[in-house]
């Protein structure tokens, strides 16, 4: 080992030989092969030292988390860098697009929500089809594609597309020939033949015009039952996110007989003739599946376990939608006068006007489909602002759908809304109650052919995007599942929990009899049922309980299999004129209500019923 002395002599006398007191050039040739091999040798140490301190800083930022790697550019932004790579058939200005505002507080996870990228689309966005001065492209609407999904059973579905005005169509199916041509709108379509479920099948058309003659084809088409999934942010809430999600991903190949299509988050005041599409139709693989809808990709695997056919998925969701957005201009003038709270100019992130864009962009454009079912899950922004008006417009809003579709009793399935974080005037109760048009439990007179996936037992307080987006999907898809069944096939299946018959009080006590039963008193939570008294000369007449200035919790005393007996005494001398369960924005931890089916597990929904005295 040298000292450093030594290092320095050598140094010097390498550099000024002429004064070294031995001055042989093979003493000066040593020296300078000694003083090389430790300059070399002490630069590979100070570069093993300075690696060795770069990689402790980067894993030590790292592990803080805030190292973040450069933005990758995903499919999805560069389809909203040229429209035209997302629907061909858009021939409209770059002006005519203009992305929403992006709310900063959803920016909590790896990958954003597909609506903060939604597009509007100005009136002059939609395809001029048809025109004399230019010619257009003979083709199928955008949303036929290869491994789709069709419509099994009567009335069979229809098939249509975009052509110069008079172009004949010839359309080859299963052996048989159909002719249609082009309409005054640049429209052609024809209605094939029902078929059983199954497939695969080609669809090919041909038309000629001008000695010309163009043939496309759309190729491994199934048969099978489409549902459509809308709503708002929960319903857009993908797989990746959901709890099992990784799971679902993994096991994605094994069914390759569902295949599902995302429509681009858009909006619009006029209604369109084809929809952005987002994600193409496709059979589900880990990379596509993943920012899928989870909930409805968790009904469809479930639909196809049990019926063993193909199923096709719609996902056509916006985040922070309220429902006036996602309803057909009937229904806004129906409901005009029952609009009680609402600020009518309210809408898409606080924006104005907003009311029917989403059904002009993302639903009309799908209406000549024939489809099996709806699956719906939005009211989140109803409860900030328009808890009153959703009881006239959420209604209105399904028949509207069903008119539309052709279908009077098109079976609609829907999430009564789960618990979020307490926030002052956020009507989540309330709201949860206009859900069954203010009587508990669907179906019923009002909300025929419907049915509902309870999930206000379904707190998840630790969820990164907050409670009211809870990762439970499966638990929800599986009671939309159990309820599908009864309503859309009419396969007998236990889907609703208990709900209440009657209310009878006596001597300080009030017992309810529930039906749907037997019943199982899973917790006994102290806020779980509340009372409303009343007394003096307007006890029992016409009054309201939503006019009632103040709510008691009352405790339970005993159950049986179908009757539950509260201690009503806070009553006193008052008369007690009203009951109501679970009446929180979140009444209890996960699983953990007060009312479950003994023998379906299913919770019982909240509810407020008058008592007989």
Not at 200 to 211: D, G, L, Q, T
Not at 401 to 430: K, M, S, Y
Request: proline content about 7%; overall charge negative.
């Amino acid at each position: 080992m040298f000292s450093f002395f030594r290092i320095i002599r050598l140094l010097l006398f390498t550099l000024f030989p002429k004064y070294h007191p031995q001055k042989s050039s093979s003493q000066t040739g040593l020296y300078r092969t000694q003083i090389r091999a430790i300059i070399f040798t002490s630069l590979v140490i100070i570069f093993l030292i300075a690696s060795a301190i770069i990689l402790l800083i980067f894993v030590s930022q790292l592990r803080k988390g805030s190292f973040k790697p450069p933005p990758v550019l995903s499919a999805e932004d560069e389809s909203l860098q040229d429209v035209k790579k997302i629907s061909p058939t858009l021939q409209q200005p770059q002006s005519a697009i203009t992305s929403s505002p992006l709310p900063p507080d959803f920016m909590l996870i790896k990958r954003k929500w597909h609506y903060l990228e939604g597009v509007f689309l100005e009136s002059n966005a939609e395809p001029r089809q048809g025109m004399a001065e230019s010619v257009v492209e003979f083709r199928f609407a955008n949303y036929f594609q290869d491994e789709m999904v069709l419509q099994r059973g009567e009335p069979g579905s229809e098939i249509w597309g975009f052509g110069e005005v008079g172009q004949n169509v010839v359309v080859t199916f299963a052996g048989q020939t159909l002719a249609a041509s082009v309409n005054d709108s640049g429209v052609w379509g024809v209605r094939l033949p029902s078929m059983e479920a199954g497939g695969p099948y080609e669809i090919s058309a041909s038309s000629s015009m001008k000695n010309l003659t163009v043939d496309i084809k759309i190729e491994s088409v199934l048969f099978g039952d489409v549902w459509l999934c809308s709503g708002q942010s929960n319903m857009e809430f993908s797989v990746e996110w959901m709890f099992n999600g990784s799971q679902e991903v993994r096991g994605a190949s094994s069914y390759p007989t569902i295949r599902f299509i995302e429509i681009m988050q858009s909006r619009s005041h006029v209604p369109l003739k084809e929809p952005l599409i987002r994600q193409e139709w496709s059979s589900p693989d880990s990379d596509k599946l993943k920012e899928f809808s989870g909930i409805c990709w968790a009904f469809g695997r479930r639909l196809q376990e049990r019926l063993h056919i193909p199923i096709g998925l719609i996902g056509a969701y916006y985040g922070n939608s309220p429902i006036k957005a996602w309803s057909s201009s009937e229904v806004m003038d129906d409901c005009r006068d029952h609009t009680g709270n609402t600020d009518w100019n309210y809408g898409l992130g606080g924006a104005k006007g907003d009311r029917t864009v989403l059904w002009n962009a993302m639903i009309a454009a799908l209406l000549p489909l024939e489809i099996k079912g709806v699956l719906w899950y939005q009211g989140e922004s109803d409860a900030n602002v328009n808890f009153v008006g959703f009881l006239c417009m959420f209604p209105a809003m399904i028949k509207s759908w069903r008119t539309h579709f052709r279908r009077p009793n098109l079976p609609f399935g829907f999430v009564q809304l789960a618990c979020r974080d307490d926030e002052p005037g956020i009507a989540t109760p309330e709201i949860r109650w206009h859900q069954t048009a203010d009587l508990g439990v669907v179906p019923n007179e009002l909300l025929p052919n419907t049915f509902m996936a309870v999930a206000l037992d379904l707190s998840d307080p630790g969820a990164p995007l907050g409670q009211h987006h809870p990762r439970h999907k499966e638990e929800i898809a599986e009671r939309l599942f159990f309820g599908a069944l009864n309503v859309a096939y009419n396969i007998a299946t236990p889907f609703q929990g208990p709900s209440p018959a009657s209310v009878r009080s006596s001597n300080g006590r009030a017992t309810i009899t529930f039906i749907n039963g037997p019943i199982i008193l899973r917790s006994n939570l102290s806020s779980a049922f509340d009372v409303c008294c009343r007394g003096g000369a307007t006890a029992g007449t016409n009054f309201r309980w939503e006019d009632c200035p103040e709510w008691k919790p009352v405790t339970i005393i005993s159950t049986t299999d179908v009757d539950l007996t509260l201690d009503t005494s806070v009553c006193r001398q008052f008369t007690l004129q009203f009951i109501r369960y679970a009446w929180q924005t979140t009444p209890c931890p996960y699983l953990q209500c007060a009312l479950y089916g003994a023998d379906t597990a299913l919770p019982a929904g909240p509810f407020v019923a008058p008592v007989t005295n």
